[in-house]
Structures are given as C-alpha cells and as structure tokens.
C-alpha cells in the first residue's frame, strides 16, 4: 500500500510589541525577573513545514541574509524539540521549514521566537498529533521565553522570564506605527548595558503592571498611552542614541506616544486611530530617521495554521 504524504501546512505568527517591560534585578542564574505585558501584532511572519527527503530550513523576505539556516535557527531547534517529545529522531526529522519574514531580525519584536512557535504548530498539524496549546507552550519555554506567547497572541501578562503566560482582556483594537532601524541589536547586549547602566547610576525604572492593564480594558489610546513604558528603553537608546531622534519624529508626527519595542532597535508608535496611524507612517518615513516604517493593528491571534495545500 502506498503510504500518504500530508500536504505542507504554513503558519502565520505575529510579532510582540512590549506595552510595559520591567525588569529586575540580575540574578544569581544570570537571568533577570521580568514582568511584561505582551500584545501581537498583525506584522507576522509566515512558516510552511513539509515533509522532504532533503531536511533543512530555508528563509527568505527582510532580513533573511542576517539569519541562521543550520541547527542554531529557532525555528529548527522547535523541529528538534518536538520530534523529540514524540518519539521520533531529532536527528533526522524528514522536514523542510520555510520562513518568510516579515518582523524585523534582531529587532526586539521577537520574530526568532515566532518562527519557532509557528514550527510547533505547522509540525503539530503535518504530523497530525493530539497535542494542545498548553503543552506546546511547555516546550516552547525550553526553546526561549519570548515562544509561549507567540503560541498564544492576544494581550498577555509575561512574568518570571516573560514566559509564564496569563491571557489580558483588550477587546479593542490598537493601531500602531512600527519603525525599523538599520541593523539589529543583541538582546544579551542591551541587558548588559542595562546592568552597566544600573551600577553606574539609576535609570529610571517602570512602576507595577496594574495601571497599563486598567488602560487596555478601557481601550483608550490616549489613556494607554500614557502608562507605556520599557526599562530596556534606555539600554537600547545608550547602544543607538539615534533612537532619541526616531522616537521624537514620531511624537512629532502625531503618534500619542512612541517607546522602543523590546531590546530594540524597533520603535513602536501608539497612535489614536488607523486614519492617523497612516498618517504618521507616511511622515515618519520621509523624516529619514529609520529604515522602513509599517503600520500595524494588535491584538492579533497567536500561530495558527493558514494554509495547507493538497499535494499535486
Ligand atoms: P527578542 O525580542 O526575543 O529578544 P529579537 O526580535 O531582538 O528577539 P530575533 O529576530 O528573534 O531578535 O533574532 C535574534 C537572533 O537570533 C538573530 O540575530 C539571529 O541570529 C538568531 N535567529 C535564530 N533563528 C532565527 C529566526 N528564525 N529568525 C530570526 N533570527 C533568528
């Protein structure tokens, strides 16, 4: 009898802005605590899995020269995990991964993490498991902390790592602008300068993720606005002073308020509907302070499977 080969499945994951990062202390693990309020944006990449004699990763779109394609890609490491949780050989999973990225590398906006989500969900659906989102996200802890919530999307509260995930309620919508750098910049990096910054002095830090929480359930822009707020700002600002000049065009433009995604160096950009996000998209990106600039609307759903095509 001749076996059936399952059709590729391609998966769609968003990229994470931080609405409030606070992070504590180093640690004697040589990690920091993190409180975190996630929200996943409609910027996402897309990642087909299939089942291929010849096995390996291949990445196309922005910034696609900039990433791994051997075993250190997130993506393949999720490949490993998962054929390892399911009895079959790490070693020669007989898969073939696409990524095509559209979220920044090295962007502070998670998109490694994302790849490797969205791995686990293409794999879960190609090799037809019955395995929940639940357990996916105990793997996917082990893979990064910024992978559980590519899983889950939505608005989340992150906590420990960033990795023990509580769903938020945000029922409305938020638009934002999104400001590419040029170039990337390593998340150990910025918390190192964060340290540095810590013993030399005080920088400012983040209060209780309370308030931004009670901004998100009213859904006023203007409110939330007011409670964002990242205390890995000014470690990526010290690495980059250039994000000072990004960060005022788009205030200057009209956004309500503008803080660095993550690690950085992407700038993201709370605006007070779609109609004036467009507009300080268009205008940010004549002021020649970033790369490339996109428009971008959260709370958008976590990985989940798009497409899967019959195979000829
Ligand atoms: P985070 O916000 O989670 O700290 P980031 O958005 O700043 O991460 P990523 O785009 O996830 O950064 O990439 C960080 C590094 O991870 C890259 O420099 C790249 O070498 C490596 N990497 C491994 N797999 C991937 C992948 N699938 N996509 C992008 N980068 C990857």
Redesign the pocket.
Same mark, same amino acid.
């Given at each position: 009898m001749l076996a059936v080969v399952p059709p590729p499945v391609t998966v769609r994951v968003p990229a994470k802005v931080n609405l409030h990062l606070a992070v504590g202390n180093l640690r004697a693990d040589g990690y920091h605590d993190m409180v975190t309020v996630f929200q996943a944006l409609s910027l996402h990449d897309d990642v087909t899995v299939a089942i291929a004699d010849d096995p390996g990763i291949e990445?196309l779109g922005e910034?696609a020269d900039?990433? =791994?394609t051997g075993p250190?890609?997130?993506?393949w490491k999720a490949v490993r995990a998962l054929a390892e949780h399911v009895g079959r050989d790490p070693e020669e999973p007989k898969v073939r991964v696409v @990524?095509r990225?559209n @979220? =920044?590398?090295?962007?502070?906006?998670?998109?490694?993490?994302a790849?490797?989500a969205a791995a686990l969900v293409g794999l879960a659906s190609l090799w037809r498991l019955e395995i929940g989102r639940d357990e996916l996200a105990l793997l996917a802890r082990k893979i990064?902390?910024?992978v559980p919530f590519a899983l889950y999307g939505g608005t989340a509260l992150g906590t420990d790592r960033g990795d023990q995930i509580v769903p938020v309620l945000a029922r409305h919508p938020f638009h934002w602008v999104i400001a590419f750098d040029k170039g990337?910049?390593?998340?150990p990096e910025v918390f190192t300068e964060l340290d540095r910054l810590r013993a030399d002095g005080n920088p400012p830090r983040v209060g209780a993720a309370e308030a931004v929480l009670e901004g998100l359930s009213s859904g006023d822009p203007r409110q939330l606005a007011l409670l964002l707020g990242n205390d890995l700002q000014a470690a990526a600002v010290s690495l980059r002073p250039n994000l000072r000049r990004t960060l005022r065009a788009g205030v200057n433009a009209g956004a309500l308020a503008g803080m660095v995604s993550?690690?950085g160096p992407t700038c993201a950009f709370l605006c007070s509907d779609a109609d004036s996000a467009v507009r300080v998209a268009a205008e940010l990106a004549g002021a020649g302070v970033c790369r490339t600039v996109r428009v971008a609307q959260g709370p958008m759903p976590g990985a989940r499977v798009i497409a899967t095509e019959e195979a000829p």
């Amino acid at each position: 009898m001749l076996a059936v080969v399952p059709p590729p499945v391609t998966v769609r994951v968003p990229a994470k802005v931080n609405l409030h990062l606070a992070v504590g202390n180093l640690r004697a693990d040589g990690y920091h605590d993190m409180v975190t309020v996630f929200q996943a944006l409609s910027l996402h990449d897309d990642v087909t899995v299939a089942i291929a004699d010849d096995p390996g990763i291949e990445v196309l779109g922005e910034g696609a020269d900039s990433v =791994p394609t051997g075993p250190s890609n997130l993506a393949w490491k999720a490949v490993r995990a998962l054929a390892e949780h399911v009895g079959r050989d790490p070693e020669e999973p007989k898969v073939r991964v696409v @990524i095509r990225k559209n @979220i =920044p590398v090295a962007g502070g906006m998670a998109g490694g993490s994302a790849d490797a989500a969205a791995a686990l969900v293409g794999l879960a659906s190609l090799w037809r498991l019955e395995i929940g989102r639940d357990e996916l996200a105990l793997l996917a802890r082990k893979i990064g902390a910024d992978v559980p919530f590519a899983l889950y999307g939505g608005t989340a509260l992150g906590t420990d790592r960033g990795d023990q995930i509580v769903p938020v309620l945000a029922r409305h919508p938020f638009h934002w602008v999104i400001a590419f750098d040029k170039g990337g910049l390593s998340t150990p990096e910025v918390f190192t300068e964060l340290d540095r910054l810590r013993a030399d002095g005080n920088p400012p830090r983040v209060g209780a993720a309370e308030a931004v929480l009670e901004g998100l359930s009213s859904g006023d822009p203007r409110q939330l606005a007011l409670l964002l707020g990242n205390d890995l700002q000014a470690a990526a600002v010290s690495l980059r002073p250039n994000l000072r000049r990004t960060l005022r065009a788009g205030v200057n433009a009209g956004a309500l308020a503008g803080m660095v995604s993550g690690s950085g160096p992407t700038c993201a950009f709370l605006c007070s509907d779609a109609d004036s996000a467009v507009r300080v998209a268009a205008e940010l990106a004549g002021a020649g302070v970033c790369r490339t600039v996109r428009v971008a609307q959260g709370p958008m759903p976590g990985a989940r499977v798009i497409a899967t095509e019959e195979a000829p």
